[in-house]
């Protein structure tokens, strides 16, 4: 340690620095006046100043005023040698600036213990100045490589402008990253699919799961598969790329060209609200989704989440049902992340779903249009906090036509036959139909209606296995605890099995702008005359109606257990 000594007494310098050196400090600078002081501290920069008060060119307190006008951020210790042992004079050391005094004659111990202290002082700040400047370079480097990423985010996730205008959103990120995602992508039957997903926390480590989902969304959406095929590709992309502790919980959704009908794929989001201006029970339900609508405000219904988030479960364990909803023209299907509703007010008392619903029931009765912001605004009124602990997402879409017009298929498509025959073995493997649907997929001139074949060919599937093979009755569904008997016996009975097939055909006809799809099973038929008898407030046994309704014909051959149907591969019937 450097120690400059400020005394116009020779002798006073002389016993300074032999007080220093035996105490360990060899390296000592003197100074016979101020001017020299100052002159010695700009060239030497030492790191503890003892100074004399009373000098003839310069008093020490003026030399104190240039050193500290000369001296680094970092700490500098003044110590003031003086023979003033009045309390104003001491004082006025400490204030002009000097750190500590000794006054004479001092006790050497005390004045070494007191150099010794300010040296440690001097040595702590050296190293926080160290520290800080270190950290001012870590947290520029980090800002550079945030600026980065975020320009990597910015040029990878981007949804289409003309796809992004078919809804309001409000998308708020906890930090410069956001944990939400929200996707919209154009479908070749002519709707839209979307994604909105909340992944476990918030900021950098959440978004970067964002980046495989977006490109794997955007591979599937153009390739026309459907939403359960969609939701069991995301699960298992996510399952390889993220850690056991992270996953996102989403909803999945494919939109139809007439706007009038969505299906569904949810996984530990909070429930789907659907706004309408009046209620309408001809539309409560399609393929099995039920709303809810107890204690519900005329208007507004619910679809609860059904799943797991994605990336949880494997993928023989991962559940792909879906729902499939209707919606009269101009009502809103409302998304949220859970960010929304997790805010608490002054009580302590969460928003949640209920909240949610409250507010959009007080913005109806007022007349307000539910729009995003406003939900986004009516929370942030709610809550005691006006910062959020979460990412925040709102996503509205008004139910109206799709106008997006379908990429052409370049090229003429061919003609191709399709049979695939399934034994027992292989109708007890759990990928046993996404196998199949892999072949439907490499049909040419299904670009516009790829999403439907697959429902088409699932739910004929499903219909022939569970119904034709295992003799399954489907009015056990009819309630929570027979569903759950439903399928515990569907798994039973499929361990079981032993003799018994399906075969399915799937003819492309691009010339006459047809599909045909021929499912048969080793049953023994059904009477199909009973689809005419499917009540609309029964949740079971309407996979087959809607094939029916998304089929341009369906027959049935062999006492029921062949079915028959074709599809427009112009458009939707």
């Known amino acids: 340690m450097k120690i400059l000594i400020v005394d116009d007494e020779s002798i006073n310098r002389i016993l300074l620095v032999n007080l220093l050196e035996n105490a360990g400090y060899t390296d000592c600078i003197e100074a016979a006046n101020g001017a020299e002081a100052i002159d010695k501290y700009k060239r030497e920069q030492p790191d503890l100043v003892l100074l004399d008060v009373v000098m003839p060119d310069m008093s020490g307190f003026d030399v104190v005023k240039h050193l500290r006008s000369h001296a680094t951020e970092h700490y500098l ?19 002009v600036g000097g750190n500590d005094f000794a006054t004479k004659p001092f006790d050497k111990h005390i004045l070494i213990a007191k150099i010794r202290a300010h040296l440690q002082i001097r040595a702590l700040s050296l190293r926080i100045e160290q520290q ?90 153009q390739q026309g598969v459907s939403v359960s095929e969609l939701a069991k590709e995301l699960n298992h ?219 088409v060919i699932s739910e004929l599937f499903n219909n022939a296995l569970e119904h034709g093979v295992l003799l399954l009755d489907s009015k056990l569904k009819s309630t929570s605890e027979g569903f759950h008997t439903y399928y515990q016996l569907r798994e039973k009975l499929l361990n079981q099995l032993s003799d018994a097939s399906i075969t399915i055909t799937i003819e492309a006809l691009p010339n006459q702008h047809k599909i045909r799809i021929t499912v048969k099973d080793s049953g023994r038929g059904f009477s199909w005359d009973n689809l005419k008898s499917v009540n609309d407030d029964e949740s079971y046994g309407r996979g087959l109606a809607l094939v029916q309704a998304m089929c341009e014909q369906m027959w049935f051959e062999d006492k029921g257990s062949k079915v028959i149907c074709t599809i427009d591969t112009k458009g939707t019937p």
């Open 77 to 95: 210790p003044i110590l003031f040698i003086t023979a003033l042992d009045d309390k104003e004079s001491l004082v006025k050391c400490l204030d």
């Open 132 to 221: 800080n400047k270190a950290l001012l370079l870590f947290n520029q480097r980090v800002a550079r490589e945030h600026a980065i990423v975020e320009h990597i985010f910015s040029n990878a996730i981007v949804n289409d402008p003309k796809v992004l205008s078919y809804f309001d959103y409000c998308i708020k990120p906890a930090q410069s990253f956001n944990g939400d995602v929200f996707l919209c992508e154009a479908s070749p039957s002519g709707g839209i699919y979307f994604v909105v997903g909340d992944f476990t926390g918030h900021g950098l480590a959440s978004a970067v799961g964002a980046l495989p989902v977006t490109r794997a969304f955007q591979e599937l959406s």
């Open 237 to 455: 992309i996510l399952l390889k790329f993220l850690p056991h502790d992270m996953f996102m919980a989403a909803v999945v959704g494919e939109i139809d060209a007439s706007g009038t009908r969505v299906t569904l794929w949810q996984g530990g989001m909070p429930a789907v609200i659907c706004n309408t201006s009046q209620a309408n029970k001809e539309s409560a339900f399609i393929g099995g989704a039920r709303f809810e609508e107890v204690g519900m405000p005329e208007g507004l219904r619910q679809i609860p989440a059904r799943h797991m988030a994605l990336g949880i479960l494997e993928n023989e364990e991962f559940d792909t049902q879906c729902d499939t909803i209707s919606l009269s023209r101009g009502t809103q299907l409302i998304v949220v992340s859970d960010g929304l509703i997790e805010v608490a007010n002054g009580t302590n008392h969460m928003l949640m779903e209920e909240g949610l619903v409250d507010i959009i029931h007080s913005m109806k009765r007022e007349n307000q249009t539910v729009t995003a912001e406003g939900l986004y605004q009516k929370v942030l009124n709610y809550s005691v906090s006006k910062t959020f602990d979460d990412d925040i997402s709102a996503v509205i879409f008004a139910s109206r036509p799709i106008e997006l017009v379908p990429k052409d298929y370049s090229g003429i498509a061919l003609q191709s036959l399709h049979e695939i025959a399934l034994s027992a073995e292989h109708l007890k493997q759990p990928d046993v139909l996404q196998r199949v649907l892999q072949i439907a997929g490499q049909c040419e001139g299904i670009q516009n209606v790829r999403s439907i074949l697959y429902t």
